[in-house]
DNA sequence: ATCGTCGATTTTTTT
DNA sequence: AATCGACGAT
C-alpha cells in the first residue's frame, strides 16, 4: 500500500455542488436506483439516510456488507462524496479487501483514495506518517503478541517477579487490558496502591515494558490504537487534517470495538473549531456541507454496524456496550433494524433464536427468512472424539458425493487442540481440507527469524529482533557473550548494534568476535543495500532477505542440517522469499517497513483462499463474519463449549452461548452439531457432557443420528444399525487385510472403534529418510528422495525403479520399509 | 557453549 | 501430547 495520502488533498475541490445533487434530494433519480433496487426496505434506509450518526442493528446474515457497499457507493455515485473522504474500518484485512472490491464493482471503477482498512493498518498509516511527534522514527517495528510475551518474560525473569505469582500471560492480559482501556504507566501508577508489593512490582513491569518498546522504536499491537488516540488528543492540529478529510467515518463488526478503538472513532469524528481551522490554516475550502457557518468544520458523519449477539471478543477488552450506548453517545443518530436473513434455512434460524433468546441483557432480535424451512439440524454424539470425526468425514463425503463443493463446507470448533483428531481422520478418510489460523506460517520459528533479519535491517533499533538473530545460525554467542555485549552498549550509551560492530574492543576469543564482526558487517551490508543514496540503487526486499540468509549462514545451517525438519524449514524460508517478490509485484513502491507491516498485520481468515476448494476448519472466532453452505460444529460439550475458563468469569458463558450463536449462523443450508462422550485432552480421556446449549434448541429442530441419551443407554452397538455404513473410497480394499491384523490386538471389542480403524491403513509414524527404500503395493520398490510436509501430512518422494516420480502421504500410503 | 534429559506445564478465543 | 525451561554432562 503506498501512502501517496494526504490530508490535505483534494477534499475541497468540491466548492462547486454537482448538479446530481439537486436532483437527488427527492430521491428518484434514474442513475442510482441501480443501487437501492435489490434491497428490503430497511436496507434501503440505511443506505440512504444521511445524518450524523446511524447504526444499523445487522443481525447475522441481513446483508450488512452490502449494506454497507452501497451506501458508500452510493455516496460517490450522487457525488456526495469523493472516495478521499470515505474511511471504513473492518475486522480483518479479508473484510477489508472484500468490501473494497464490492465497491469497486458496484461503482464500475476504482476506489482509490477511499481507506478500507483495519483498525491497525489505518492507525500504523497514521503513525508512520506522523512519527516525528513521537520518540519513534517512522520505521518502526510492529511487535505481535508473541513479541511482546517475549519482552514481558525478560522483564519478569530479570525481576524475579515470579516469585510474586506473576505469570507472562498474566502480565501480558493486563497490560492489554489497561492499554485497551488508554491507561499508561503513570496513568496505572497514579491510582495504584502502593502498599501492596505486588502492585508496586507490576508498575515496575509495566514501566519497564514500556521502555523497551520506546528503546526498541516498536510498538505492539494495543499501541498501534491506544498511540493514534494519543497523537489525536495531544495534536489538534494534526488530528484536524484527518477530522477534515473523512467525511464518512462507516465501522464494521462495532460490536467488537474496544475502548480505545471507541475513543479513537469518536476522536476522529469531533467537529473541528474554528481556531484549530484559523490555526492549521487549509489552503482549499471545505466543502459545503461541512462547513458549521461558523468557521469550523462539523463532524464527520459516522455510521456503525453492529450485532451485539454476535460480541464474541470481551475476553480481549471489546464493550458490547458501546454498540448499547450507541445512541447515548451520539445524541442526533438514529438506528435501522435488519432482521431478514438471506443465508440460512428457517431452521437454522429458529435453533440460532431459541439459543441466543437465553441471553437475558439483549433487546428480542428475531432472524427470519423466505426461503423455507430447509433440512432439519443433525446431531450426532460420538463416543471419541475420533468417532466424532469420523462422522463429519463420513457426512462430508456423503455431501461432495451428492455435488457439494468440498470448499462450500465447514468444520468450526472452540479450541485449536480440537484439530487433531480432525486432521487426523480427514487425512484417512481423504477429504481435502484446510486449517485456518493455526500454528500461522508467519509464526513459525525459522520465519520470525527470517522476519528478525529483515526487522533488524529495517530499524536497528529493534533490540528484540537483533537478540533472536545473533545467535541464530549458531554462532557461539550464548547468553553470557550476550549480557555482555548489552552491557557494554549500555555503559557506552551505544546501540547494541554498534556494540556488535566494536566488539573486538570487549577482548572475547577470536573466534567470537570474528563470529560478532561478519554478523554486523552482513546487517551494515543489508541496510546499504537498502539506502536511497546508495549509487548502486536500492536492492528490492527479496535482495536483501537473500543477501541476509545467505551471508549469515542462516539457510546453509538448516540445508547442512541433519534434522529432516531443517528440510522443510529451509522451503518455508524460500517460500519467505517468494512472499516478498510477490508483495512487489502487488506493491511497486512497497519499502521494507510496509512489509513488515503487512505481516505483521495478517489474520487468521485472511489466508482463507475461496478456490483451493478445500474444507476448510477453524475455530468459532475465526469463523465470524464467514458463511457456509454446509457447517459442522463440533465438540458442543461442557467445559468445551462453554470453555471451562470462561466459568469464572461474568459474562463469560453469555459469551459463549453467543459463540455457539455465531458458529450457528454461518450455515445457510445444512447444519450439523457434534459432539463426544470422551475426550482427550492433556494426553487423558476424560468423560465430556453435551452442552447446555443444545438444550436450548426445540428438539423438533434437530435430528438426532446418535442423541447424548442413545449413545450412553446403548453402547456402540446402535449406532450402526442407526447409522449404516456407506462404501466408499474403494482404494485400500487391497490391504485391508493387513490393516485388520495389526489393529486385531489392540482393537477393544466395540464397533466403533473399527468403524475407524478398517477405513485405511495407518503406517503412523513411519520413519522414512531421504536415501532409504522402500516398496509400494502398486508401484513397486523405490528410492526416497526427500521428505517434506509435517505430522500426519508428511509426504515422501519416491523415485520408483519403474522409473516414475510418485509423491506419497506417508501416513495412508501403502508401503513398507525395505 | 551446546546438547540432552527430565520434569513441569499447558489449552480459550486473536487484531 | 507436546513444548519449554532448568539443569547437568560434555
Known amino acids: ?65 452490502r449494506v454497507l457497499t452501497h451506501r458508500i457507493a452510493r455516496l460517490i455515485e450522487n457525488n456526495e462524496a469523493w472516495p478521499s473522504e470515505i474511511l471504513a474500518i473492518t475486522f480483518t484485512n479479508k473484510a477489508a479487501s472484500e468490501m473494497r472490491e464490492r465497491v469497486e464493482q458496484l461503482l464500475g471503477q476504482s476506489a482509490e483514495g477511499m ?16 512519527s516525528e511527534h513521537f520518540g519513534v522514527t517512522s520505521g518502526f517495528t510492529i511487535y505481535d503478541s508473541a513479541d511482546s510475551r517475549t519482552v514481558i518474560k525478560r522483564i519478569i525473569k530479570d525481576l524475579r517477579s515470579d516469585t510474586l505469582g506473576f505469570t507472562v500471560s498474566s502480565v501480558a492480559g493486563k497490560i492489554s487490558r489497561l492499554k485497551n482501556d488508554l491507561i499508561d504507566v503513570d496513568g496505572y501508577s497514579r491510582q495504584a496502591n502502593f502498599d501492596d508489593p505486588r502492585e508496586v512490582m507490576f508498575v515496575e513491569i509495566f514501566r519497564r515494558y514500556a521502555r523497551v518498546l520506546r528503546e526498541s522504536n516498536a510498538f505492539d499491537f494495543d499501541d498501534l490504537i491506544g498511540q493514534t488516540v494519543y497523537l489525536f488528543r495531544a495534536f489538534p492540529l494534526v488530528t484536524a487534517r484527518y477530522q477534515r478529510r473523512f467525511r464518512h467515518v462507516l465501522v464494521d463488526e462495532y460490536q467488537d470495538t474496544n475502548h480505545a478503538q471507541y475513543s479513537w472513532i469518536r476522536e476522529l469524528t469531533r467537529p473541528v473549531p474554528r481556531d484549530v481551522v484559523e490555526q492549521v490554516g487549509f489552503e482549499t475550502v471545505v466543502r459545503g456541507s461541512a462547513d458549521d457557518g461558523n468557521g469550523g468544520i462539523i463532524g464527520a458523519s459516522l455510521t456503525v454496524v453492529g450485532d451485539s449477539d454476535q460480541s464474541i471478543y470481551a475476553f480481549r477488552g471489546a464493550d458490547s456496550r458501546n454498540i448499547g450506548e450507541f445512541e447515548r453517545d451520539f445524541p442526533e443518530s438514529s438506528v435501522v433494524l435488519l ?133 541464530v545460525p549458531k554462532r557461539g554467542i550464548g547468553s553470557a557473550t550476550e549480557t555482555q555485549l548489552a552491557r557494554f552498549a549500555e555503559a557506552n550509551e551505544i546501540s547494541l548494534r554498534e556494540a556488535l560492530r566494536n566488539s573486538s574492543a570487549l577482548g572475547f576469543g577470536p573466534k567470537i568476535t570474528g563470529a560478532i564482526v561478519q554478523l554486523a558487517t552482513v546487517l551494515d551490508g543489508a541496510s546499504a543495500m537498502l539506502d536511497p543514496d546508495n549509487p548502486a540503487g536500492q536492492s528490492s526486499i527479496a535482495e536483501v532477505l537473500t543477501f541476509l540468509l545467505e551471508r549469515s549462514g542462516f539457510i546453509d545451517s538448516l540445508r547442512a542440517s541433519k534434522d529432516p525438519q531443517d528440510e522443510t524449514r529451509a522451503e518455508n524460508v524460500d517460500e519467505l522469499v517468494a512472499v516478498t517478490r510477490e508483495f512487489a509485484v502487488n506493491n511497486p513502491d512497497g519499502q521494507l517497513v510496509d512489509f513488515l507491516t503487512e505481516v505483521a498485520l495478517v489474520a487468521a481468515a485472511d489466508e482463507l483462499d475461496d478456490s483451493s476448494g478445500t474444507v476448510s476448519l477453524m475455530t468459532l472466532h475465526t469463523a465470524k463474519g464467514l458463511e457456509y453452505e454446509a457447517v459442522f460444529l463440533t465438540g458442543v460439550e461442557e467445559d468445551l463449549l462453554p470453555h471451562r475458563m470462561s466459568a469464572g468469569e461474568p459474562g463469560g458463558p453469555a459469551e459463549e452461548r453467543r459463540l455457539f450463536y455465531v458458529g450457528i449462523t454461518r450455515a445457510r443450508k445444512r447444519l450439523f452439531l457434534s459432539l463426544a462422550m470422551t475426550r482427550a485432552q492433556f494426553g487423558e480421556t476424560s468423560v465430556a457432557m453435551p452442552s447446555r446449549y443444545l438444550q436450548e434448541i426445540p428438539t423438533g429442530l434437530i435430528e438426532w443420528r446418535q442423541s447424548p441419551g442413545a449413545a450412553t443407554s446403548h453402547g456402540g452397538t446402535r449406532s450402526r444399525a442407526l447409522n449404516p455404513p456407506r462404501d466408499r473410497f474403494g482404494h485400500n480394499r487391497r490391504d485391508s487385510s493387513k490393516t485388520d491384523v495389526a489393529s486385531s490386538t489392540s482393537e477393544p471389542k466395540t464397533a466403533w472403534t473399527s468403524r475407524i480403524t478398517s477405513k485405511a491403513r495407518d503406517n503412523g509414524d513411519l520413519e522414512l529418510a531421504p536415501g532409504g527404500r522402500i516398496r509400494h503395493l502398486d508401484f513397486g520398490e523405490g528410492r526416497v528422495s526427500r521428505v517434506t510436509g509435517e505430522g500426519a501430512k508428511r509426504i515422501a518422494h519416491v523415485e520408483f525403479d519403474s522409473g516414475a516420480a510418485k509423491k506419497l502421504l506417508i501416513k495412508i500410503a501403502p508401503i513398507e520399509k525395505i
Open 339 to 471: 432482521e431478514q436473513n438471506y443465508r440460512s434455512t428457517q431452521n437454522i434460524l429458529s435453533a440460532a433464536n431459541a439459543v441466543i433468546a437465553n441471553n437475558f441483557d439483549r433487546k428480542d432480535k428475531k432472524l427470519w427468512t423466505a426461503d423455507g424451512d430447509g433440512e432439519k439440524i443433525v446431531g450426532y454424539t460420538g463416543f471419541s472424539g475420533h468417532d466424532e470425526a469420523q462422522f463429519v468425514a463420513d457426512e462430508i463425503a456423503a455431501l461432495h458425493k451428492v455435488g457439494m463443493d468440498y470448499r462450500d463446507m465447514a468444520v468450526f470448533y472452540r479450541t485449536n487442540a480440537q484439530t487433531r483428531a480432525l486432521e487426523e481422520i480427514l487425512i484417512r478418510s481423504a477429504v481435502p481440507y484446510r486449517v485456518l489460523g493455526g500454528t500461522k506460517f508467519y509464526e513459525r520459528a525459522e520465519i520470525k527469524d527470517a522476519l528478525a533479519y529483515l526487522a533488524t535491517v529495517a530499524n536497528p533499533h529493534d533490540v528484540l529482533a537483533l537478540r533472536r538473530i545473533v545467535n
Open 115 to 130: 481507506w478500507i482498512s483495519t483498525f491497525h493498518s489505518a492507525c500504523v498509516r497514521i503513525l508512520r506518517r506522523e
Open 1 to 65: 500500500m503506498s501512502d501517496a495520502f494526504d490530508p490535505d488533498y483534494d477534499t475541497g475541490r468540491d466548492v462547486v455542488v454537482p448538479a446530481t445533487i439537486l436532483e437527488s434530494d427527492d430521491g428518484s433519480h434514474g442513475q442510482s436506483d441501480r443501487l437501492l433496487a435489490d434491497l428490503n426496505p430497511q436496507q434501503r434506509v440505511a443506505v440512504e439516510y444521511r445524518g450524523p450518526a446511524l447504526l444499523i442493528v445487522a443481525g447475522a446474515g441481513s446483508g450488512k456488507t
